[in-house]
């Protein structure tokens, strides 16, 4: 991986942080560290890095408190990676819900981390470098410009988590195209993924909230998925 990546750990246990931050640089990651919410949210604002991972059980501000204000106060579409010893689907869909784009229970495995991290890196990354993509659907007053991640409705930007803006661009991508949940799944994340057909409807359901007047341009197909309407009616 380049090193140009920078990563903001923040997490309150030491022996955890260090085991991260060892894996990390070890792979090639300028690490930054904080070990509660409100010195992550400062680092962030500081340093602007690349990707955090990001705790759930904080003292004081929690990490679900922190993903939520980095998406709303700070407007960062920053890839965030949950990591926490809650595993259960209820704490799943909380920080999907929350704003994280990835979720990792303990004890986990540095590989799995790292596959993880480069994984949520390599979606981040621009698509195209001339800048001049650009999709709309005028009947939704919806365009998207994959190249920035950038989606605008009415012409006013919409900020979208990077899991909300692959799933728009999936749909999106093939109008009138029926995709189930498993397949919205496997295409965002990979195979055999651990991520669960409710979360999906957790992260369809915040991304129409988020489309606000282009909402209906996502159909939902009952007892099969979702498809992308590209004009309304």
């Not at 894996?23 to 500081?46: P, R, T």
């Not at 006013?156 to 799933?167: A, R, W």
Request: charged share 20%.
């Amino acid at each position: 991986m380049d090193n140009q990546f920078t990563i903001l750990v923040i997490e309150d246990e030491d022996d955890i942080q260090q085991l991260i931050v060892y894996n990390l640089v070890k792979a090639g990651f300028k690490v930054l560290c904080a070990g509660d919410g409100e010195g992550g949210l400062q680092s962030h604002v500081a340093n602007h890095p690349d990707l955090i991972v990001l705790d759930l059980m904080l003292p004081g501000m929690d990490g679900l408190a922190v993903c939520q204000e980095l998406r709303s106060a700070h407007q960062s579409d920053i890839p965030v990676l949950m990591l926490t010893a809650k595993g259960e689907e209820e704490d799943i869909v909380a920080g999907l819900a929350a704003g994280a784009d990835d979720y990792l229970p303990k004890p986990f495995s540095p590989k799995i981390l790292l596959a993880r991290i480069h994984a949520l890196l390599r979606r981040s990354r621009p698509s195209s470098p001339d800048g001049h993509d650009k999709i709309s659907f005028p009947g939704h007053h919806l365009t998207i410009i994959p190249h920035s991640h950038g989606v605008f409705v009415n012409g006013v930007s919409i900020h979208l988590t990077h899991s909300e803006f692959l799933i728009l661009m999936l749909l999106a991508g093939k109008p009138g195209w029926v995709y189930s949940r498993q397949q919205i799944i496997n295409d965002i994340r990979g195979f055999d993924y651990s991520l669960t057909e409710r979360a999906i409807d957790v992260l369809i359901s915040g991304l129409r909230k988020k489309l606000g007047p282009a909402a209906p341009a996502i159909d939902t197909v009952r007892g099969v998925g979702y498809r992308f309407s590209a004009h309304p009616g």
